[in-house]
């Protein structure tokens, strides 16, 4: 078994993230520490060894950004001089993001008269500043090509396990300037990518730095020429090395197809009550006994009934729910057990089985949802997934959407599901659904989008 760092300073104790992170207080608890000890390899991203005797590797999500059309320059015209990716104005990104630190900076950059765009947020009342402009949304197209049309992207991150915006960057041959504590990701750092700087107060001569010798950086090509060659991936290949060094020469999961028993499994869980008005979204998770996620969903709607359908090895144990608050992060993260029967498919599926319960959760106390929404429609939709080959993918992302492309329901199913039957209110107009697939080798796919009946 594998892991990876991809969260904060994790597997290292940070104090400070600790402090502001209740997640990272979480994984200070005894039960999660002995996770790293069941771990066969670990794949790093920090400038020092991790603190377990295992086989490490120097591996990150970030070193595999897809490279395609979607991702290379466009020749568009530069906008802004910084561009910084706040992610949200919740505490827990303004702490990842390093946004107490982003202000201090930005407020230097505007009086030396440079122009800097915050994405993800909206500006705060106390902290609107000449030159500085916000844009709270923006769709991954949008958002690539908001990076190409910047001379620099600003990234003055600590807490952070080498974000792929970074690379997001390099591909579009835009240079960075990276605070040089930074966890992960300060190994794409250099005199053909861009600089560190440490405070506000070398920012400026840093910013100056990469600005004048931007026309002699070529972050695009050091990228590729790092990362990838004929065959594809470098990372990806070290990986696969890395796998069978540790297993004897053979990766288990390039054993037959038939040597694990697929189980096929139906279910439908009733959502208690949840208050959306401070909730970004909920995190609905179909586990197994160790809270291995098996099909994970996360609503940014609130659906009184959701239909999940998914095969796997593992044997499901229970379903959770775990709701995302705007203002003060996770919440309260309830589990439910399964209640249900098993029938057998016919005899020629006998090399799977087919699962059906409903699960309800009785007795739970949970925030009452509003009552006052006469403004609401109620839509009550099923779609319908095409087959998809489950292996290279992480997730497939589903949303209904509105024709300005606001979701409104949104899944990320980490298992496919044929049919989706989806629940939920709101005062805007239902338009299309969209399916995206997002691949563990090289990110998203091509979006696909449907008219609703």
Not at 65 to 82: A, F, I, M, Q, W
Not at 241 to 247: K, L, P, Q, V
Not at 377 to 397: A, G, H, Q
Request: hydrophobic fraction near 35%; charge should be negative.
């Amino acid at each position: 078994m594998l892991g990876i760092s991809s969260y904060g300073h994790y597997p290292f104790v940070e104090e400070l993230d600790v402090i502001n992170d209740n997640r990272s207080e979480m994984l200070q608890k005894e039960e999660h520490k002995s996770v790293m000890k069941q771990m066969d390899g670990w794949l790093t991203c920090s400038r020092t060894p991790v603190l377990y005797d295992v086989p490490q590797l120097m591996f990150s999500e970030s070193d595999c950004h897809r490279v395609n059309e979607s991702t290379s320059p466009k020749g568009l015209v530069k906008k802004y001089d910084v561009v910084y990716n706040a992610a949200s104005d919740g505490d827990f990104h303004q702490y990842h993001k390093n946004w107490k630190l982003a202000k201090e900076c930005f407020q230097k950059m505007s009086d030396a008269g440079y122009t800097v765009l915050v994405i993800g947020r909206n500006a705060p009342a106390d902290f609107e500043l000449p030159g500085i402009s916000y844009k709270p949304y923006l769709n991954w197209y949008e958002f690539l090509d908001t990076i190409e049309e910047s001379r620099v992207l600003f990234v003055p991150n600590v807490s952070d396990a080498s974000p792929r915006v970074l690379t997001e960057a390099l591909c579009k041959g835009t240079p960075i300037l990276v605070n040089k504590h930074i966890f992960g990701g300060w190994k794409y750092v250099n005199d053909c990518t861009g600089a560190f700087f440490e405070s506000q107060d070398d920012v400026i001569p840093q910013l100056q730095h990469v600005l004048n010798a931007a026309s002699e950086m070529n972050p695009r090509k050091w990228f590729l020429d790092t990362y990838y060659n004929d065959n594809g991936s470098v990372a990806l290949q070290n990986l696969k090395t890395f796998i069978e060094t540790m297993c004897g020469g053979v990766i288990p999961l390039e054993e037959p197809n038939d040597v694990l028993r697929m189980t096929e499994y139906k279910h439908s869980f009733d959502l208690p009550p949840i208050e959306m008005d401070d909730v970004q979204f909920i995190y609905v998770s179909v586990d197994t006994a160790d809270n291995t996620p098996l099909c994970r969903h996360d609503l940014t709607e609130y659906v009184s009934t959701l239909n999940v359908q998914f095969k796997t090895h593992l044997k499901p144990d229970h379903w959770v729910v775990w709701p995302f608050y705007k203002s003060t992060g996770w919440g309260t993260k309830q589990d439910f057990e399964f209640v249900g029967h098993s029938e057998p498919l016919s005899d020629a599926d006998s090399d799977t089985q087919m699962i059906e319960s409903t699960c309800r959760c009785n007795g739970i106390t949970q925030t009452q949802a509003d009552q006052n929404d006469n403004d609401k429609t109620e839509y009550d939709y099923t779609v319908t997934l095409s087959p998809i080959e489950m292996d290279n993918i992480k997730f497939i992302y589903v949303s209904i959407d509105t024709a300005d492309h606001a979701s409104l329901c949104r899944h990320d199913l980490t298992a496919h599901v044929s049919t989706l039957n989806v629940k939920f209110k709101t005062h805007l107009k239902p338009h299309h659904w969209v399916v995206w697939l997002y691949y563990k080798t090289t990110g998203w796919g091509k979006k696909h989008e449907f008219m609703l009946p």
